[in-house]
């Protein structure tokens, strides 16, 4: 397989930025890599001598028509104001603690912070989402999640944040519970959530929600420094 040029993020990064899925890395090292600054491997192989920077975990619940889920009848979805904005992409910052992006000190350019800030605000415009539910206490947004289209068929929950404050109170699973009724009311017939596999809470919370592991991948991050 060779190495696919990344448009959005090179564009993004202002870096020439590509990715491959590879067995072993005799397949990647015979590739041209001279051409790109930053290259994203993708592998089944947890063992390979390049930067791990996540193990990329796919959880999915399935046959939600079929099967009793949880139907809410009162759900918050976000309502934008300069007060809602600030206090979502705080929730935003804090959701990427186990990104690559701000895992890997490669990084140097304030990276992480300005992608989730696209994140946020390409799911307000409804580029990368069509909901985004809330949950407000104390007068503010303390938690919040994002449902997107995937496919004809399956839901995507894309972000998911909880306040550090107020995280042990069970919101990020009431969020999880009305993000899948809202799924299932659109009529998807499956919903599909990603994490990191070092984010022990999360994989707890989604299995305690019904998801079962679907994948797992490993993704390093090659670095071409004499491209820099």
Known sequence: ????????DSNFFELTIGSIYIEDEEDFLKEDL?????IYIFSKNENLNFKLVDRKVTYKLRDLQKNETPNFIEIDYYCHNETAYKELLNL???SGEYSRFKIDSDFKNNEFVRLYTEWINNSINKKLASHIIIKKQDDKIVGFTTLSKKSESLADIGLVAVDKDYRGQGIAKELILKTISVAKSVGYEDVQVVTQLD????????KKCGFEKDSIINIYHY?????I
Not at 1 to 8: N, Q, R
Not at 199 to 206: E, G, K, V
Not at 223 to 227: G, K, V
């Open 1 to 8: 397989m060779k190495i696919k040029h990344l448009e959005w």
């Open 34 to 38: 001279n051409k790109y600054d930053l």
């Open 92 to 94: 935003a910052l804090q």
């Open 199 to 206: 984010n022990i809470p999360a994989n707890i919370l989604y």
């Open 223 to 227: 670095w071409n420094h004499d491209t």
